[in-house]
């Protein structure tokens, strides 16, 4: 089965510095992987998603991803992080092959912006 | 607008009642979700249901209960039986279970009076 590990349960960054969520997973084959940010008291948005193809991938509000087969990671990185990116991040991951599909979350980081 | 809408926001149960989640999408998927989520253990699989009148236990369905009447509606149940139900609940949906991106509501957090 797969799982992933997000190793940081809190990361403070200042404003204006650059950023970068780690995401671990373990899968024997090629797995989808994603993104979602969480604000506090609400439903999950999805940031960017891996699934084929070039291994750097964009997402939204400024975020990207590198896949990284050799080191089974997933990072997500900003280069300059901004008071309203203060939130709750998850990394899931998903099998690859076709068939239903049921992703194992990470069990988050948490972001904290100092002004 | 398309999208997913959860309620209530807040909901209380007292002990030994059940008390049902609503969970709605416009989105016209086929595949919808509930997870449970705790403080640092990330999102866990309730239930899940793939197609109407169709449905699977996940990893925690103990003391939880699901309906796929209509494809927009997957309503969830929380028993007596679940001994610890606070939690905040997310419920979403994809197009089905082989096209993989999930979309969320906003989530209820139940809370034991």
């Known amino acids: 089965a797969q799982s992933v590990t997000q190793p940081d349960i809190h990361i403070t960054v200042s404003e204006g510095a650059s950023l970068e969520l780690r995401c671990n997973y373990s899968?024997?084959?090629?797995?989808?992987l994603f993104w979602y940010v969480q604000s506090p008291g609400q439903g999950l948005q999805l940031l960017l998603k891996?699934?084929?193809?070039?291994?750097l991938v964009q997402g939204i509000k400024g975020f990207e991803a590198e896949f990284k087969r050799s080191q089974s990671s997933f990072n997500l990185r900003k280069p300059s992080v901004h008071w309203s990116d203060a939130a709750e991040y998850f990394c899931?991951?998903?099998?690859?092959?076709?068939?239903?599909?049921?992703?194992?979350f990470g069990r988050g980081t948490s972001l904290i912006v100092h002004p | 607008d398309g999208g997913i809408t959860q309620s209530p926001k807040y909901l209380f149960r007292k002990e030994g009642q059940n008390v049902t989640l609503s969970c709605e999408q416009n989105?016209?998927?086929?595949?919808m979700y509930w997870y449970r989520q705790d403080p640092g253990q990330g999102l866990r699989l309730i239930y899940y249901?793939?197609?109407?009148?169709?449905?699977q236990k996940g990893d925690i369905a103990e003391g939880y209960s699901v309906s796929r009447e209509k494809k927009e509606s997957f309503p969830l149940t929380v028993t007596s039986a679940q001994k610890n139900p606070t939690a905040f609940y997310l419920c979403?949906?994809?197009?089905?279970?082989?096209?993989?991106?999930?979309?969320f509501g906003p989530g209820t957090r139940l809370l034991v009076l």
């Open positions: 899968y024997g084959a090629t797995p989808y």
């Open positions: 891996y699934f084929s193809g070039d291994t």
């Open positions: 249901s793939q197609i109407v009148n169709d449905f």
């Open positions: 899931a991951v998903g099998p690859a092959s076709g068939g239903s599909y049921i992703p194992t």
């Open positions: 979403a949906s994809s197009e089905s279970l082989a096209l993989k991106t999930q979309y």
């Open positions: 989105l016209n998927h086929d595949a």
